[in-house]
């Protein structure tokens, strides 16, 4: 008889806590996350511009899109302003630049914590109530911080925006998508590997015990005021970040781009990924941002057929992305984080059927 040592395990064996929550849950999972960074890190030396702008595109949408995800993902808050708080980091980014001379290698994290300090603020009737009032709570804190990007001139540039220098280094300027793509890529996977620990810290496990079940978590010592305004903190900090990335990758700050319909897109993104993953907001992330450039692909080959898809291929765009947010919820509510686990789960188990 086949010794125990000797025989084939089948199942998970986990002992430990530290086993359930590690990064990495296999050997395969941990080399493919290295060769992925190793493949991003040599993609700038082959792929065309195009590539390159879509790339960063998704690096820094994603950092704002997992702020939002721990507060509606893992703490189970609702966030309809999103989008003013990614303006706020732009522009505070390109103030602190513009007005102390600081680097802008520092003033990225500075406006992440100007942009957190603001989310506090706003997260303070998220301690008090919750669902619908606090949708509606969020939703005037959009249009607040929108009217203040348009008065505010000392601070925004008011109607004409402000000017956001190139990302610089000990006087080497990342002032092309080559070089900028390491600038996101770099901060891309520290914010995410903070996210990912912060999860399985005591804070990121009050966060879940928050959207499960409020009231057991509060008989548990849980301080639930506590939790859901650190929850936007931390939300707002990951959208300061992410638009000070995007203010200094385009040089220019406008408030007519941080309006409602941005603030849906990240709560489309984070749906479509999949509510309550790391991996999932990511995978949300280059969805939406590639969906509107397949979209216009789509148009341009049937195009000299039918002319109108042409000249309505704006409306296309918006259309797309709606409709792929309704057919999510209605197909796939769990993301395309559930989606790909269940092919791993498959293929993993192929060909039984157990």
Known sequence: MASAHSRMKCGEFRTTYEQ?????????????????????????????PYFLNLG????????AALGLNIVVGFTGQISLGHAVFFGFGAFASAWLNNTTGLPVFFCIPLAGMMTMAVGLIVGIPAGR????????????????????????????????????????????????????????????????????????????????????????????????????????????????VGGALFGHYLGFVSAEGFTIILSIQ?????????????????????????????????????????????????YIKEMSIGLAIILFLIFEPDGLAHRWKMIKAYWKLYPFSY
């Open 129 to 240: 109530i919750k669902g619908l009032y606090l949708a509606i709570a969020t939703l005037a804190s959009q249009f607040i911080l929108e009217d203040f990007f348009s008065r505010a001139d000392w601070f925004t540039g008011g109607a004409y925006g402000a000017m956001a220098n190139p990302f610089s280094l000990f006087g080497f300027e990342f002032d092309n998508d080559q070089r900028y793509f390491y600038v996101v890529l770099f901060y891309l996977v520290i914010t995410f590997l903070f996210g990912t620990n912060l999860l399985r810290s005591r804070d990121g496990r009050a966060f879940i015990a928050v959207r499960d079940h409020y009231l057991s978590a509060e008989i548990m010592g849980i301080n639930l005021t506590k939790y859901r305004i650190l929850s936007f903190g931390i939300a707002s900090f990951y959208a300061g």
């Open 266 to 314: 990240f709560l489309g993104m984070v749906i479509i990924g999949g509510l309550g993953s790391v991996m999932g907001t990511l995978l949300g992330t280059a969805f939406m941002v590639l969906l509107p450039e397949l979209m216009e692909a789509g148009v341009g080959l049937v195009g000299h057929n039918a002319p109108g898809l042409t000249q309505a291929l704006a």
């Open 56 to 63: 960063i595109q998704i690096g820094y949408f994603a950092i």
């Open 20 to 48: 359930d929550t590690t990064i990495f849950p296999t050997p395969l999972a941990r080399r493919v996350a290295i060769v992925s960074v190793i493949f991003l890190l040599i993609a700038p030396s082959f792929l065309n």
